[in-house]
């Protein structure tokens, strides 16, 4: 008896259906990470923003790597959901399975300590689960969290 070629998860392929090469699928969160910085008068602050997000910088470090590289999120339409998906379209990362959301943003503040080290302070959290979002027979790997 021939042995079945199995998927990652150990399920068997579907007959008949075309594989494309398999692809790390990151689900998670983009969150602007918010930096403090003295500003110009001595009662402002200004925030420095970049994109970030565990999950998110792990799928950037995955497609310049040059492997295949699948983000499933909820990404806003706003400034920060923009600039998120121009960082990671600029880095290559398959944006198939984001879907734009109308909730804003994740935004966390960091603030610095003396040895340059960042405490951050989550203004909200993401809470949508992409159920059913991606082919599994196609993932190779999958990470959770931050």
Known sequence: MAASRRGPFGRPFREGA??????DHRPGECVADAFTEPAGAANELALRVLPGGGPANTAVALARLGTPARFLARLSGDVFGRLFRSH???????????????????????????????????????LGFLSGAGDENRTRALSLGS
């Open 18 to 23: 075309a594989h494309e090469p398999s692809s």
């Open 88 to 126: 990671l379209e600029a880095s290559g990362v398959d944006l198939s399975y984001a879907v734009e959301a109308a909730e804003p943003s994740t935004l966390a503040v960091a603030e610095l300590d003396a040895q340059g080290q960042a405490a951050f302070k989550p203004q909200a959290t993401d």
